[in-house]
């Protein structure tokens, strides 16, 4: 993302729009994953997702990254879907350890960015695509492995 050459104010206005659609789609949609299901959700958002960020790696004008940082916000129902599978799949013994392993699975989006900054290299290209190919990876492994919740299907 080449953003060395725009002003502050553009730039700031990227995660500006990011912020407040993720708090507008925090709002809106907390009731959808219960009405439709967690698989129906799943592809609507997270597929959005996929897309926001291929917009935003691929795409090199400022307005697609403007786009893609709205949509990225707007798609963020698939964070909390990610805790609501975690939790309706788990024994309650286990939730408070699901719960772990999802927030240090997040986190180490943060380590490994850091290690490879200090140890690797300064240029940022190589390792967003290494998160966008994971994150494929994870979007094609959950549509494929994951059912319907059984709990939504007994509302």
């Not at 964070?79 to 799949?89: A, I, K, R």
Request: net charge positive; proline share 4%; charged share 15%.
């Amino acid at each position: 993302m080449d953003l060395i050459c725009e002003s502050l104010r553009r730039v700031n206005l990227l995660f500006m729009l990011y912020l407040i659609l993720f708090g507008l789609a925090g709002l809106l949609f907390f009731p959808v994953v219960d009405k439709i299901g967690r698989k129906k959700s799943h592809w609507i958002f997270s597929t959005g997702h996929i897309l926001a960020q291929a917009l935003i790696l691929f795409f090199p004008g400022f307005v697609a990254r403007a786009i893609g940082f709205s949509l990225l916000g707007f798609m963020m129902v698939k964070n909390s879907l990610v805790y609501t599978w975690t939790f309706e799949f788990l024994l309650k013994d286990y939730k408070p350890i699901g719960s772990s392993i999802v927030n240090m699975l997040e986190f180490s989006n943060c380590i490994i960015a850091g290690v490879y900054f200090i140890c690797i290299s300064r240029d940022v290209t190589p390792l967003l695509n290494f998160f966008f190919g994971i994150s494929v990876l994870g979007y094609v492994s959950v549509s494929l492995l994951l059912p319907e919740s059984p709990k939504w299907l007994l509302l």
